[in-house]
């Protein structure tokens, strides 16, 4: 194709699996740059002190923790 490669496999389209690569990038270079613009956005002092101050209890503690723990995760990932 002229612009890029398309995966026409829509079990795979759920929001964080690339299906258009457009020409120029590999798959895995652009999985690079968007777990760095998630990194660079989530990562920013203003957005972790604001779910910081949304901790109430032990309960929200936990589940902030689980959930960074497991945004680590996916933003380390190599391949999807």
Known sequence: DKYGRFDRS???LNGWNPLFIPEGL???KLIYYV???FKKFFFRPRIILN???KIRSLRHLKFF???FLG???FVN???R
Do not use: P
Request: glycine residues 0%; charged residues 30%; proline residues 0%.
């Open 65 to 67: 923790v689980c959930a």
């Open 35 to 37: 777990n760095l613009a």
């Open 71 to 73: 945004f680590l995760s």
């Open 26 to 28: 590999t798959k895995d």
């Open 77 to 79: 990932q190599k391949n």
């Open 10 to 12: 829509w079990k795979k």
């Open 51 to 53: 779910y910081i101050r």
